[in-house]
């Protein structure tokens, strides 16, 4: 399967972005989708997921601000991003996972001014 991400860009500190991810296949055939983010000189950290179930998880970081969604039936998932912070400045890629992700999008950038 091939995971399309979109949505990332610019913007200050406190606002929002929506990112996108769209696969080419069922989504529901992985047991969850996630979003991993990698900023500069550090090591990609996951940041949620979602289950075919719909539950969801966060890493602590993002807990509170960050919601990950999902649409079946259009083989898509989503982040959205509030109350950003500079340190959210990554390259954000979605992928789809069985125990341990699977496959991986292509990555999109997000910088947050302060």
């Known amino acids: 399967v091939q995971l399309q991400a979109c949505g990332g860009g610019l913007v200050q500190a406190g606002g929002s972005l929506r990112l996108s991810c769209a696969a080419s296949?069922?989504?529901?055939?992985?047991?969850?989708m996630g979003w991993y983010r990698q900023a500069p000189g550090n090591q990609r950290e996951w940041v949620a997921f979602?289950?075919?179930?719909?539950?969801?998880n966060y890493a602590d970081s993002v807990k509170g601000r960050f919601t990950i969604s999902r649409d079946n039936a259009k083989n898509t998932v989503y982040l959205q991003m509030n109350s950003l912070k500079p340190e959210d400045r990554a390259v954000y890629y979605c992928c789809a996972a069985n125990r341990n992700p699977l496959y991986w999008g292509q990555g999109t950038q997000v910088t947050v001014s302060s």
């Open positions: 296949g069922s989504i529901s055939s992985f047991n969850a």
């Open positions: 979602i289950t075919t179930g719909g539950s969801t």
